[in-house]
Each structure stands twice: as C-alpha cells, then as structure tokens.
C-alpha cells in the first residue's frame, strides 16, 4: 500500500510518514498541493491514502482536494485532511469537497490509526 504525506512542514511530513510508514504504507512526500499533483502524475499506480495539509504555499489542501476529485483516476484515493484549522465551516467545506476523514493537529499516532481503521485502511490494533 502507498501513502502520500502533504505537508509544507519538513518536521510535520517525517512524523506522519513514520506513522503511515509503521502501518505498512510505502510513503510519497510532497510539501505542498502543486507538488503533490506533479508527484502523483509520476507514480505508476495511485496511492490508497493521501495525508494533507490546509494551510500551504502554491497550492493548499482544499485546493488540492478539489483538483484530485476532478480526476477520475484518482476516484479510489481516500484523502484525509491533518491540519490546525478547527472551525467546524472548514471542516465541512474540506468533506463537502471529498475529504474523507479530518483530523486536528496537534495529534497522536493512536488518532490517526482510529481515523484509518474507521475508513477500512488498517485494521483495529494496529499501532504506529
């Protein structure tokens, strides 16, 4: 399984790649929308999971939401937000624009694996 980690914080991406990395995930980096596209058009197969981030120069992670879902090739990817922003209108703006899951920073390893046992992504027990 692949992992796409969207972070313009170098410190934030080695974090969330060693929780996805210790799940089974093999893990693509990009610090920003823009990037992740162009590393997405490189790979050959589509990542099962993208971890993004709102708030990031070039192109932020609802932006880079709204392109993802307009490709249908990229129908299967579950994309899930991780990012400071709290306000319950950016929440439902970041599902309403196909995020599946939405997770708050700062965080712990057991809430992200919760996130992804609830979308089918790993198994209940699984630890990071």
């Given at each position: 399984m692949q992992a796409m980690v969207i972070d313009d914080s170098r410190a934030m991406r080695l974090i969330l790649a060693r929780i996805a990395g210790q799940l089974g995930f093999d893990v693509v980096q990009a610090g920003n929308g823009r990037e992740a596209l162009e590393r997405l058009a490189e790979l050959e197969s589509t990542p099962e999971l993208a971890l993004v981030d709102w708030n990031m120069p070039e192109m932020n992670g609802l932006e880079f939401i709204v392109a993802?879902?307009?490709?249908?090739?990229?129908k299967s990817m579950t994309l899930m937000m991780?990012?400071?922003e709290s306000e319950q209108g950016q929440i439902v703006r970041a599902l309403a624009a196909g995020a599946h899951e939405y997770v708050i920073k700062p965080?712990?390893?057991d809430a992200i694996v919760?996130?992804?046992?609830?979308l089918g992504l790993v198994r209940n027990g699984d630890s990071a």
């Open positions: 993802v879902r307009k490709e249908p090739r990229y991780v990012t400071t965080f712990t390893p919760e996130k992804l046992a609830l």
